[in-house]
């Protein structure tokens, strides 16, 4: 299965981007899962954890992220949160 690439960017600096095999993003409309190949959306996020799985059934690592946006494009999954932590 091919690779998701996700950047978690605040305004201060680029947090983490690499590859990864999903990731739970925190709406505000409600929780979403993105992997590869995700139609593109945009939404904005949720004080919540982000909730990255780097292989598939593997452990998940969470990231609390405060306010934001997230986009999907087919270049993958950028979340811009104002606050990470």
């Known amino acids: 299965m091919a ?4 950047e978690l960017v605040t305004p201060e600096k680029l947090v983490r981007s690499d590859d990864v095999f ?3 993003v925190p709406g505000t409309e409600g929780d979403f899962g993105v992997l590869a190949n995700h139609a593109g959306v945009m939404s904005t996020i949720r004080d919540a954890d982000l909730v990255i799985y ?3 059934g ?3 690592e969470t990231i609390s992220v405060q306010g ?3 986009q999907v494009n087919e270049k993958g ?3 811009l949160a104002e606050a990470v932590g």
Do not use: D, Q
């Open 3 to 6: 690779n998701l690439h996700f």
């Open 54 to 56: 780097a292989t598939e």
């Open 68 to 70: 934001g946006f997230a």
């Open 77 to 79: 999954l950028t979340v």
């Open 22 to 24: 999903m990731v739970v």
């Open 58 to 60: 593997g452990e998940p």
